[in-house]
């Protein structure tokens, strides 16, 4: 049987920032197709952030809060009975 | 999915191999070049697909680009047609029904997409072939690998990651081009002058690029992929798989081309390895079906002229069902591809009609927020509003404004006809005015219309509230 002592450091690595980046990327869609950057800070003529950047930032963000719960559910995933839990780098 | 469904000795090695894959570093798969009739048809593919990546940004259709996601501008043009961020749900339609596609094809015909059309296999292809150009075939890559590092080595390996890194810039900037009006792209390119973001963006696209179809290749199929994951939900015994006929080719083992191996107890199988020299994902196809297996057919290719090497017949790995190669007969139409395919007719008729009965244009009635009314000089109550208008239409045209539901509604604003262009969004201040006679309550319902002068079917209506004092109680 797998254990998770064996899962390799590229497949935590993956299943940590993959899932999150897609899901980023859903994020972002459709929070700014509801929301445009440049009425969103809009106050007084000049935006602040142009629509690139705002949309940039916005995707890295998203990215970096579904990394963190990824993150959290591998870290939560190690087993609670004494076992090892590491992404092996040498054999 | 089971992994294998060999016989014992098999799948004990296969459960080593396991385990060995799980604890040893990943080792390097170097695929051996091979040519034959799905080889020729992937690099059809390859071709066509990245033919349509690279030129089709910078085709043009009426004085815009064919297909540009105008994300600075919130557009997107798409052959002719411009989606605004409105038409999000058309977008997410079309999403569904490719996902849906892909179920259909997939319960079918099996990773057919993987093998030829995957973008993570396209370029791969690109890649290696690069490779091939610059460092040889598979065993000078291997003797490269494991030689020490001289003058010659470093020369070569350079090459080769400079070739790949100017690839993927160019894939990035191509990447970027999509999202940003490419010629203008372009000539700022030409002229050192890209935007901040749009630099990075060209440099993170390539960066992917260079790292999955370089670096990673058969590691991202494997851990990254959820279609490999999920496939077996869309697969049934009927579906489409490259399968390695075990009767036929069992036992396995060497021989001389002349000897009846029939009469020696050998089975098809010269055990040559080719077939696992030629995979993409490093997988031994006699195994049985792995998740791994991208059903590129190379193994395919490459058994078939060992096998005419060999005089045998072809297709010892073949593309097959599981149920062909237990003999019971194939099925195209079964209950699965058939609730597949009444889904995905189902909804792209929907999506038809629906895009066919859009109509381009919006009307948003914003009051103004600061009074709630005010009553003018002759006595009548007057209700600001803000007019956002939405031209969705490719063309420019002339609206006229028109409003009812009150008895006597004025209507004034600063300008008729309306002038919109087309994709463009127009705001207009405008004013009601009602005698306070005729209102029945204190906030009644008046009906905007805005229609284009020149096409009377482009029409649109919006409701809104006109408030005022309550004569009349």
Redesign the interface.
Same mark, same amino acid.
């Given at each position: 049987m #797998?254990t998770y002592k =064996?899962?390799?450091r590229?497949?935590l690595v *993956? +299943?940590i920032l993959?899932p999150s980046f897609l899901l980023a990327g859903i994020a972002t869609s459709?929070f700014f #197709?509801?929301l445009?950057p440049v009425r969103l800070f809009d106050y007084e003529g000049e935006a602040p952030l =142009?629509?690139? +950047?705002a949309? *940039?930032l916005g995707f890295f963000l998203f990215w970096l809060l579904c990394a963190a719960s990824s993150a959290a559910s591998a870290y939560f995933l190690r087993p609670t009975d004494g076992g090892v839990y590491s992404a092996?780098d =040498? +054999? | 999915m089971s992994s294998t469904d060999a016989s014992g000795g098999a799948s004990v090695r296969f459960a080593d191999d396991v385990?060995r894959s &799980? $604890?040893?570093?990943?080792e390097k798969v170097y695929p051996r070049e091979v040519h034959g009739v799905f080889a020729a048809l992937r690099v059809t593919a390859v071709l066509v697909l990245l033919g349509l990546f690279y030129g089709v940004c910078w085709l043009r259709w009426d004085g815009k680009q064919l297909l540009l996601f105008d &994300?600075?501008g919130?557009k997107f043009h798409v052959f002719g047609w411009t989606l605004f961020?409105q038409d !999000?749900p058309y977008l997410t339609f079309m999403l569904i029904i490719a996902a849906l596609s892909l179920f259909l094809f997939t319960a079918v015909a099996g990773r057919l997409f993987c093998g030829y059309a995957c973008p993570q296999t396209v370029w791969t292809e690109v890649f290696l072939w690069l490779e091939r150009k610059v460092e040889g075939d598979r065993q000078k890559q291997m003797k490269l690998d494991k030689s020490p590092w001289t003058g010659r080595k470093l020369l070569i390996k350079s090459s080769k990651h400079a070739i790949w890194i100017a690839f993927s810039l160019w894939t990035g900037f191509t990447f970027v081009g999509y999202f940003?009006p490419i010629t203008e792209l372009g000539s700022r390119l030409l002229a050192l002058n890209l935007?901040?973001?749009?630099t !990075?963006?060209s440099l993170f696209y390539g960066f992917a690029t260079y790292g999955n179809a370089g670096w990673?290749r058969e590691?991202v199929c494997i $851990?990254?992929c959820p279609y490999a994951r999920f496939q077996s939900a869309m697969f049934d015994r009927d579906t489409l798989i490259i399968s390695y006929d075990k009767g036929r080719g069992e036992p396995r083992g060497s021989r001389k081309k002349s000897l009846d191996h029939r009469s020696a107890g050998l089975g098809d199988c010269i055990d040559c390895t080719i077939c696992v020299q030629v995979c993409p994902t490093g997988i031994d196809i006699r195994e049985g079906l792995q998740y791994q297996c991208i059903a590129c057919a190379a193994c395919v290719d490459a058994c078939d002229q060992v096998m005419e090497r060999m005089n045998y017949p072809k297709g010892l790995i073949r593309y097959t069902s599981e149920n062909a190669v237990g003999g019971a007969p194939a099925r195209i139409s079964r209950p699965r591809v058939v609730i597949y395919g009444v889904i995905l007719l189902g909804l792209a008729a929907a999506l038809g009609v629906s895009l066919a009965l859009r109509t381009p244009l919006i009307l948003d009635v914003i009051r103004d927020r600061n009074a709630l009314y005010r009553e003018t000089p002759e006595g009548l109550v007057e209700n600001v509003y803000t007019l956002k208008i939405v031209n969705m239409d490719d063309a420019d045209h002339d609206f006229s404004i028109s409003v009812r539901g009150i008895e006597g509604v004025e209507l004034l604003l600063d300008r008729a006809p309306v002038e919109v262009a087309g994709g463009e969004v127009l705001s207009i201040p405008v004013r009601l005015r009602v005698d306070p006679y005729s209102l029945e309550n204190p906030s009644s319902r008046v009906v905007f219309e805005l229609a284009a002068m020149d096409n009377p079917s482009l029409r649109v209506e919006t409701k809104g509230r006109f408030l005022g004092p309550s004569v009349k109680q």
């Open positions: #797998t =064996s899962i390799p590229v497949q *993956s +299943a993959w459709v #197709t509801f445009d =142009s629509r690139m +950047a949309y *940039s092996n =040498s +054999a | 385990e &799980l $604890y040893a570093k990943r &994300l600075p919130r961020p !999000f940003t935007g901040p973001w749009e !990075f963006w990673m590691q $851990y990254m």
